[in-house]
């Protein structure tokens, strides 16, 4: 069984700081793509950033600049640094990753159960 399990969200006053991280646990055999999303009340879930398994990165126009994607291989963990919080970054935060679980099939896309971020104005 494959889980991702995020941490790291919470409450924090805007211009600060929070990191995120999710970590990938269970029959691993490779993770392609991971990524962060998030979700605000009323809206729809939005792509954040994602990384390649090579380390490309590419970010949503909202949040480059002051969001630093990255991972640790070796962990099956990826990382979401949030700097310069806007108020309008509150959401409910989610991390994805397409795993190769069976070395032969395609990678399937896992989800984890989300980390509420908020952002005082």
């Known amino acids: 069984q494959v889980q991702l399990v995020e941490s790291g969200g919470g409450l924090v006053q805007a211009g600060g700081s929070l990191r995120l991280s999710c970590a990938g646990s269970?029959?691993?055999?490779?993770?392609?793509?991971m990524g962060w999303y998030r979700q605000a009340p009323g809206k729809q879930r939005e792509l954040v950033a994602i990384?390649?398994?090579?380390?490309?990165?590419n970010y949503a126009d909202s949040v480059k600049g002051r969001f630093t994607i990255s991972r640790d291989n070796a962990k099956n963990t990826v990382y979401l640094q949030m700097n310069s919080l806007k108020h309008e970054d509150t959401a409910v935060y989610y991390c994805?990753?397409?795993?190769?679980?069976?070395?032969?099939?395609?990678?399937?896309?896992?989800w984890g159960q989300g980390t509420q971020v908020t952002v005082s104005s």
């Open positions: 994805a990753a397409a795993i190769v679980v069976v070395p032969t099939e395609y990678p399937t896309d896992y």
């Open positions: 269970g029959k691993i055999f490779s993770i392609n793509a």
């Open positions: 990384i390649t398994s090579g380390g490309s990165t």
